[in-house]
């Protein structure tokens, strides 16, 4: 058996040679690698044996066993440092040839140091606290008047002040060619209903309590215990879906789950919770911009709204 985990090592490492730089080795009878992405479940080989268990740490790996045989596939294997800063290793398409990896959090801003960021958790969000947005606040705000990248504070009603579009994404520093930016609406529509299985892919979902949706990547693989009711609500809130803990939560991330919190408006300087999400896209419309709103009962990827109407940003960066 020995002998057999010292050629899985070799193999494994192989697979990734060309991808990241790590260094794979052996610790009590387990394959590690540093920074690992997730960690899959063990494998036990063969009947009678339940000493003879392997931690793979590589993300998407479907292992079979039979009898003192192992097969191990590895589906769209994210090495770490092939994910760029910031970003969550699933791959969503957002259309017919293009695919997208999402921010590990929704957009912040701070204007007293005049900083950007990303929440530390997909499933974090300020609510109130926008209420005290000014160009002086030195806490966060995470909602944002349309296109207002070069001037976050802004918090008129005045539809003409909204009128120029500047990206967000301009202020995130990034290494490489790709840079974050804003889903257009058709990438929005492409999301939550063009992509293979687009319907199975996203679903209502209360996370320790925290509202919102959960986006599933193109090749979706649950982990073992856990699963996923697909759509929204008919009757009910998003808990009547799907509800997790964050331990199982953290299972669900891990293998590429993206979470959008039911964060909420902001009106002028009033905030609105109305247990809703809405989320702008970078594309205008006839009334102001589309922007993706949902709430526990009904998903509007492709919605019209007013400029001055501010709302949630995440940010994505193309594979």
């Known amino acids: 058996m020995k002998k057999f985990f010292l050629s899985l090592a070799v193999f494994v490492m192989a697979l990734c040679a060309n991808a990241q730089t790590n260094q794979y080795f052996w610790y009590n009878g387990n394959l590690m690698m540093g920074n690992p992405i997730a960690q899959i479940d063990s494998v036990t080989f063969g009947e009678g044996e339940p000493a003879d268990t392997l931690h793979i740490m590589l993300p998407r790996t479907i292992i079979k066993t039979v009898h003192d045989t192992v097969y191990i596939t590895i589906h769209d294997t994210v090495c770490p440092n092939d994910v760029p800063e910031g970003a969550l290793n699933g791959l969503f398409s957002v259309a ?65 002040a909204y009128s120029t579009y500047v990206e967000w994404g301009n202020n ?35 996370i320790n309590g925290i509202n919102g949706v959960i986006l599933l990547p193109d090749n979706w693989i649950l982990p073992s215990g856990l699963t996923f009711n697909a759509g929204m609500a008919t009757s009910g809130s998003y808990n009547s ?5 964050l ?25 609105y919770q109305e247990d809703n999400g809405t989320y702008w896209s970078s594309s205008p419309c006839s009334r102001g911009a ?30």
Request: hydrophobic fraction near 30%.
């Open 96 to 160: 017919a040839d293009k695919k997208v990896r999402f921010s590990k959090g929704n957009l912040q801003y701070q204007a007293s140091t005049d900083t950007w960021r990303f929440a530390e958790n997909q499933y974090d969000f300020i609510g109130e606290g926008n209420e005290n947005i000014s160009s002086t606040y030195n806490g966060w705000i995470d909602l944002f008047g349309w296109g207002t990248g070069n001037n976050p504070t802004l918090s008129t009603t005045s539809t003409s």
């Open 172 to 206: 995130i520093d990034v290494n490489g060619a790709n840079k974050w930016y804003t889903l257009t609406v058709e990438e929005w529509g492409y999301l939550f209903g063009g992509r293979t299985n687009a319907s199975s892919l996203y679903g209502a979902a209360s």
């Open 241 to 245: 879906v799907n509800t997790y803990s």
């Open 247 to 271: 331990s199982e939560w953290q299972q669900l991330e891990a293998n590429g789950a993206v979470f959008l919190p039911a964060s909420g408006y902001r009106y002028g300087k009033s905030f």
């Open 290 to 319: 589309y922007n993706c709103d949902f709430h526990s009962n009904y998903m509007h990827p492709q919605q019209e709204g007013d400029l001055y109407w501010s709302q949630a940003v995440r940010l994505v960066i193309a594979e």
